[in-house]
T-cell receptor, first 111, second 115 residues
Framework: GQNIDQPTEMTATEGAIVQINCTYQ??????LFWYQQHAGEAPTFLSY????GLEEKGRFSSFLSRSKGYSYLLLKELQMKDSASYLC????????????FGQGTELSVKP | DAGVTQSPTHLIKTRGQQVTLRCSPK?????VSWYQQALGQGPQFIFQ???????QRGNFPDRFSGHQFPNYSSELNVNALLLGDSALYLC??????????????FGEGSWLTVV
């Protein structure tokens, strides 16, 4: 079967660093995506990894290990506005680009 | 360059009714995928349309159907609505034959409440 696991909830302090992990088992792989979703809104794209290693984009970084079926999203210098749900999603290798999502990690940033 | 547009943004329906949601893909995209996101869950893939045909389907009953038009826009229809169909319905557009890079774009979603 196809499965993506990520923690349900995390709490962190403003200014700190937090790492959100994601493990996946899918029948095919053609990229891993991270999305941020604030309550009541649609997901917004954060990062994309298709090769092993770290991708950095400002305060956000994402890491991928294909052999381990593992990724993490690293958020630095946390701000209150980073409180949101973070979704990990894997694109299979079928044409069309279907995404399989995890259930999302609800991050609460506290002062 | 218009992104993915969905309509309506919010709607309320009664159990047993039917609903149609609409999506226009990003300019230049030829594939539309629909996702259902229940409260507190990640989006679940419903189905995908390319060249006016359903190409892939997730684990959803036949009450969920769709259509794609020659201009690549798409509709999602849900018949005999149940309370459990209350969710955010997301449309994503992409290019069918391109699997590299970030080529998936989401619309703002349609919030459906079934009462």
């Amino acid at each position: 079967g196809q499965n993506i696991d990520q923690p349900t909830e995390m709490t962190a302090t403003e200014g700190a660093i937090v790492q959100i992990n994601c493990t996946y088992q899918t029948s095919g792989f053609n990229g891993l995506f991270w999305y941020q979703q604030h309550a009541g809104e649609a997901p917004t794209f954060l990062s994309y990894n298709v090769l092993d290693g770290l991708e950095e984009k400002g305060r956000f970084s994402s890491f991928l290990s294909r052999s381990k079926g593992y990724s993490y999203l690293l958020l630095k210098e946390l701000q209150m506005k980073d409180s949101a749900s973070y979704l990990c999603a894997v694109r299979g290798n079928n044409q069309g680009g279907k995404l399989i999502f995890g259930q999302g990690t609800e991050l609460s940033v506290k002062p | 360059d218009a992104g993915v547009t969905q309509s309506p943004t919010h709607l309320i329906k009664t159990r047993g009714q039917q609903v149609t949601l609409r999506c226009s893909p990003k300019s230049g995209h030829d594939t539309v995928s629909w996702y259902q996101q229940a409260l507190g869950q990640g989006p679940q893939f419903i189905f995908q349309y390319y060249e006016e045909e359903e190409r892939q389907r997730g684990n959803f009953p036949d009450r969920f159907s769709g259509h794609q038009f020659p201009n690549y826009s798409s509709e999602l229809n849900v018949n005999a609505l149940l309370l459990g169909d209350s969710a955010l319905y997301l449309c994503a557009s992409s290019l069918y034959n391109r699997l590299s890079g970030n080529t998936i774009y989401f619309g703002e979603g349609s919030w459906l409440t079934v009462v």
